[in-house]
């Protein structure tokens, strides 16, 4: 709220035509002016909350705010939120409106199927009756991101395969709230991976063992082989897509840490794996961990999240040309490194031009380095 009240009108008037919260900076006079919350409201229904109480049963300036911000049925009066015209005007702009209508409304079949149409959330608002009707639910899981409709609705209709179907194809994470009986259909899982491979996660055992399931999985999500079986989990060529194929550098880090202990000390395998992400080295078998080529190639990788070098033997964290090349990639490697490195000043120097707080994890001697510090200082 602004330190100084504004009790001009025309200022007031100003100010709520660019912003309608300017409102809350008004005079409590200018707060009850019809002119100016009307102005307010129509810029941000929201406004609507620093309005007189007289205002905010005004039925034409409440009209003004539901079409303008879904917040304004909330702040409207208890009469006018029972009013049915003014209820459907709100959840036909936004379906979230019905969060704040009349209990009453909440039962009517017209007003609850306006909103889910333009809301599919809305169905947690609606009457428990009308939760059971079909039209309704499959309104709401047709309208957006069907993730977590369906928990709104029956059990019944979380049995019912075109209603869970539409869920799924909005949002493949909806599958969570199908019956027992529908996680096991092929058809409706394989939908669900190929839009959110962790979806997975929801499948019966019997589909986490499913070859070419698990691959349309793996293939959206690398990670989602955490939910495969085990036996899948040891398969080379699952995991090889999976840590291939990841959408982001981390996730492939992750993917690989699900493989099975086998692939794991499998040498292509983790190249591949610690090429994506650096990360992925921490999951890999010791003697990976000691491989000089296998350390490298993960202390280079572009995106690392985190210090890959943490993860190698310690022969190879004393290994002056493994050290080197990580605190280039990531000065904070530096901490990571044997006492003896991170006294070695041309070491200490690449990772302080690369970013100078590396500089906390040198040795006391060159933390004092006038040369070190006019690094910093540049």
Same mark, same amino acid.
């Given at each position: 709220m602004?330190e100084? /009240?504004?009790?001009d009108?025309?200022e007031? *008037?100003?100010?709520?035509q660019n912003?309608?919260t300017a409102?809350?900076?008004?005079?409590?006079?200018?707060?009850?002016d =019809?002119?100016?919350?009307?102005?307010?409201?129509?810029?941000?229904?929201?406004?609507l909350?620093?309005?007189s #109480?007289?205002?905010?049963a005004?039925?034409?300036?409440?009209?003004?705010?539901v079409k303008?911000?879904?917040?304004?049925?909330?702040?409207?009066s208890?009469?006018? !939120?029972?009013?049915?015209?003014?209820?459907?005007t709100a959840? &036909?702009?936004?379906?979230?409106?019905?969060e @704040?209508?009349?209990?009453?409304l909440? $039962?009517?079949?017209?007003v609850?199927?306006?909103a889910?149409?333009?809301?599919g959330?809305?169905?947690?608002?609606?009457? @428990? &009756?009308l939760?059971? +009707? =079909?039209?309704i639910?499959?309104?709401?899981c047709?309208a957006?991101?069907?993730?977590?409709? *369906?928990m709104?609705?029956s059990e019944?209709?979380?049995?019912?395969?075109?209603?869970v179907?539409?869920?799924?194809?909005?949002?493949g994470?909806?599958i969570?709230?199908?019956?027992? &009986?529908?996680k096991? +259909?092929r058809?409706?899982?394989m939908?669900a991976v190929?839009?959110?491979?962790?979806?997975?996660?929801?499948?019966? #055992?019997?589909?986490?063992a499913? @070859?070419?399931?698990?691959?349309?999985?793996?293939?959206?999500?690398?990670?989602?082989?955490e939910y495969?079986?085990?036996?899948? $989990?040891?398969?080379?060529?699952l995991?090889?897509?999976a /840590?291939?194929?990841?959408t982001s550098?981390?996730?492939s880090?992750?993917?690989f840490?699900?493989?099975?202990?086998e692939?794991?000390?499998d =040498?292509?395998? /983790?190249?591949?794996?610690?090429?994506n992400?650096g +990360?992925a080295?921490?999951?890999?078998?010791?003697?990976?961990?000691?491989?000089?080529?296998?350390v490298?190639a993960a202390?280079?990788?572009?995106?690392?999240?985190?210090?890959?070098?943490?993860y190698?033997?310690?022969e190879?964290?004393?290994?002056r040309?493994?050290?080197?090349?990580?605190v280039q990639? !990531?000065?904070?490697? *530096?901490g990571c490194?044997?006492?003896?490195?991170?006294?070695?000043?041309?070491v200490?120097?690449?990772?302080? $031009?690369?970013?100078?707080?590396?500089?906390e994890?040198?040795? +006391?001697?060159?933390?004092?380095?006038?040369?070190?510090?006019?690094? /910093?200082d540049?």
């Amino acid at each position: 709220m602004a330190e100084t /009240i504004i009790t001009d009108k025309t200022e007031a *008037l100003a100010a709520v035509q660019n912003n309608g919260t300017a409102l809350q900076d008004a005079s409590e006079e200018l707060k009850a002016d =019809r002119e100016v919350v009307m102005a307010a409201v129509e810029t941000d229904g929201y406004a609507l909350q620093h309005a007189s #109480d007289e205002l905010k049963a005004d039925r034409e300036v409440v009209m003004a705010a539901v079409k303008s911000n879904h917040h304004g049925l909330e702040c409207a009066s208890f009469e006018l !939120r029972a009013d049915k015209e003014v209820v459907m005007t709100a959840v &036909e702009s936004d379906g979230r409106a019905l969060e @704040w209508a009349d209990e009453e409304l909440k $039962k009517d079949r017209e007003v609850c199927l306006t909103a889910v149409k333009n809301y599919g959330d809305a169905l947690e608002d609606v009457y @428990w &009756e009308l939760k059971s +009707d =079909r039209e309704i639910v499959m309104a709401a899981c047709k309208a957006d991101y069907g993730d977590s409709t *369906l928990m709104h609705t029956s059990e019944e209709l979380q049995a019912d395969r075109e209603v869970v179907m539409a869920a799924v194809l909005q949002g493949g994470f909806a599958i969570q709230f199908a019956s027992d &009986e529908l996680k096991a +259909d092929r058809e409706l899982v394989m939908a669900a991976v190929q839009i959110n491979g962790h979806a997975l996660n929801y499948a019966s #055992d019997e589909l986490k063992a499913d @070859w070419e399931l698990v691959m349309a999985a793996v293939q959206n999500n690398g990670d989602a082989l955490e939910y495969a079986s085990d036996e899948l $989990k040891a398969d080379r060529e699952l995991v090889l897509v999976a /840590i291939g194929k990841s959408t982001s550098r981390l996730e492939s880090g992750k993917a690989f840490q699900y493989a099975s202990e086998e692939l794991q000390a499998d =040498r292509e395998l /983790i190249m591949t794996a610690v090429k994506n992400s650096g +990360d992925a080295l921490e999951h890999a078998s010791d003697e990976l961990k000691a491989d000089k080529e296998v350390v490298m190639a993960a202390v280079k990788a572009v995106g690392t999240n985190y210090y890959a070098l943490e993860y190698a033997s310690d022969e190879l964290k004393a290994d002056r040309e493994v050290v080197m090349a990580a605190v280039q990639n !990531r000065a904070g490697a *530096l901490g990571c490194a044997s006492d003896e490195l991170k006294a070695d000043k041309d070491v200490v120097m690449a990772a302080v $031009k690369n970013n100078g707080r590396a500089l906390e994890h040198a040795s +006391d001697e060159l933390k004092a380095d006038p040369e070190i510090l006019a690094l /910093i200082d540049d």
